[in-house]
């Protein structure tokens, strides 16, 4: 290990500038301490810009452009040609993507952390090997926090080097307008793809080993989404495999446990992800990982060596960009003895940015059922909501789960335009023990979605009341 030269010392060295990365870089920088950023990517931001922000973008080009769910409301739609609609598509996934890289450089800039490119490897001692295009440098400081994030699982023998048989991260890579499609997965970055190519006009089936789309959904939304997106034209094939596929002289061909041959122009696999670790060099520094490579660390994110610690995807589920940012600020805090942000907030709000969009907080029925509380429902549809006929956006429902005795409300499970924002409503009551009565007697604006809460509220009342 070379000694480093003393503009490579720091405080705290961050590898990985992705959303834990990121935030712990800056929450570091924020109380003063001298912080270096390395990453393998010229450009800081990682999956979260490249993956979560970039396919949101597809979602919304994709919803405007094509006026997807809207179009027969008003009966027109801006039928553009397919290669014009994809150029537009993807000119807008650039242009969002480069403004939020830069984003991410100037939080760095505005809190004066170094970003060094080039791929880290521990080198003991409070050091990192970076190997940049510049050649080896060598960063020292007094604690090291790794955030190198993951990247999507390959199932053995799918040839993933054809160029039609794709991940979650190439997916995105449009290359001309689609007509049929096979996705895999049934998780979140599944349903997500599945709604935006569909709303693109493609035919689109879902083949997901699982009984239930996004299976930590409420049971009853979970099959709401599924009859969504049937209504929508998707197929969806529960509890089916993907046995084979093969390029074929008319596609791509898409064998399944049920016997069917589907053959596509593209298959998309968005099944599960797996941690970047392999470069790190954790064996030789002694960094203990489990049986699926992921780096074990424990409350105060430090792994198995002291002065190392890890966040976000590299550490396992539940690998959200959301997740990712708290536990790399709190990481920052133990790593630099900063008592700001002790814990990760336990009620984590999951969003889906699917076709209709997918939100939850707190327990699901089910849970509520197998912990034995004694619990009751309330669901208003949006149907029956005056904003949402008005946006022509009706898919979808709000779903409470409430304590039957103290009144509290325990979980929230949405379906719907605007879901993942109108969620923390939800959260924030939830986290300061609030019950159905705040609901009920708060007053909401109307038009608006958010007083389907209330109407969620009564219903749940009247079941009460019928025992
Ligand atoms: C298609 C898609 C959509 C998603 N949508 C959402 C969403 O809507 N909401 C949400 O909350 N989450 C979403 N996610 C998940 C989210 O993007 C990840 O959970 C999050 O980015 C993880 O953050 P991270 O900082 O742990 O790692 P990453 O964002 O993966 O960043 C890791 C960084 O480390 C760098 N790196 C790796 N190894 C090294 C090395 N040895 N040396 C130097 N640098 C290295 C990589 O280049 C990368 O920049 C989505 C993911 C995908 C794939």
Do not use: W
């Not at 990682?46 to 973008?57: E, L, N, Q, R």
């Not at 650039?94 to 952390?113: G, Y």
């Not at 940049?132 to 080097?161: Q, Y």
């Not at 034995?372 to 009706?394: C, M």
Request: with cysteine; net charge negative; proline share 5%.
């Amino acid at each position: 290990m070379a000694n480093p030269a003393d503009g490579d010392r720091f405080d705290l060295v961050v590898v990985g500038s992705g959303p834990a990365g990121e935030k712990a870089a800056a929450q570091a920088a924020y109380f003063g301490r001298r912080v270096a950023v390395v990453d393998r990517l010229p450009d800081p931001g990682g999956t979260m810009v490249a993956g979560a922000v970039s396919t949101k973008t597809m979602r919304e080009a994709a919803l405007y452009l094509t006026g997807f769910t809207r179009h027969q409301i008003y009966g027109v739609s801006m039928d553009l040609r397919p290669d014009v609609l994809i150029g537009r598509l993807r000119a807008r996934e650039a242009d969002v993507t480069a403004m939020m890289t830069e984003a991410v450089r100037e939080n760095l800039r505005r809190h004066d952390i170094a970003f060094v490119h080039g791929t880290a490897r521990l080198a003991g001692d409070g050091a990192v090997d970076v190997d940049t295009p510049a050649g080896m440098r060598t960063l020292s400081a007094d604690a090291l926090l790794l955030a190198t994030g993951s990247r999507p699982f390959h199932p053995p023998g799918v040839p993933f080097d054809e160029m039609d048989v794709l991940d979650s991260d190439t997916a995105r890579a449009l290359d001309r307008p689609l007509h049929s499609l096979v996705v895999v997965g049934g998780g979140a970055v599944a349903c997500e793809y599945a709604s935006i190519f569909l709303a693109l006009g493609a035919e689109v089936t879902l083949v997901d080993r699982g009984s239930r789309l996004l299976p930590f959904l409420d049971a009853e939304l979970s099959g709401l989404l599924r009859d969504t997106f049937r209504s929508f034209g998707m197929r969806v094939l529960p509890e089916t495999s993907v046995t084979g596929v093969q390029r074929t002289p008319a596609g791509v061909g898409v064998e399944t446990s049920s016997g069917e041959a589907i053959t596509v122009e593209k298959v998309i696999f968005a099944a599960g992800r797996t941690g970047n670790t392999e470069e790190l060099g954790l064996k030789e520094a002694g960094v203990a990982t489990d049986e699926r490579g992921r780096i074990l660390v424990d409350e105060r994110f430090e792994t198995s060596v002291p002065g190392i610690f890890a966040a976000g995807d590299v550490i396992g589920p539940p690998a959200l960009a959301s997740v990712s940012m708290e536990q790399g600020r709190v990481a920052a805090c133990y790593a630099m003895s900063i008592p700001f942000k002790q814990t990760v907030d336990p009620l984590t709000p999951f969003g889906v940015y699917s076709i209709p969009e997918c939100a939850m907080v707190g327990l699901t029925e089910e849970q509520a059922q197998e912990r034995d509380i004694d619990y009751a429902v309330g669901v208003a549809r949006f149907k029956d909501n005056s904003r949402a006929a008005i946006a022509g956006a009706t898919d979808g429902a709000l779903k409470i789960v409430v304590g039957r005795e103290d009144r509290r409300l325990l979980g929230v499970h949405m379906i719907g335009e605007g879901a993942t924002e109108l969620i923390h409503q939800g959260q924030a009551v939830i986290h300061f023990g609030g019950t159905l009565d705040y609901f009920i007697h708060s007053t909401f604006d109307v038009p608006t979605v958010s007083d389907s809460y209330k109407y969620a509220a009564y219903d749940c009342l009247q079941r009460m009341a019928a025992g």
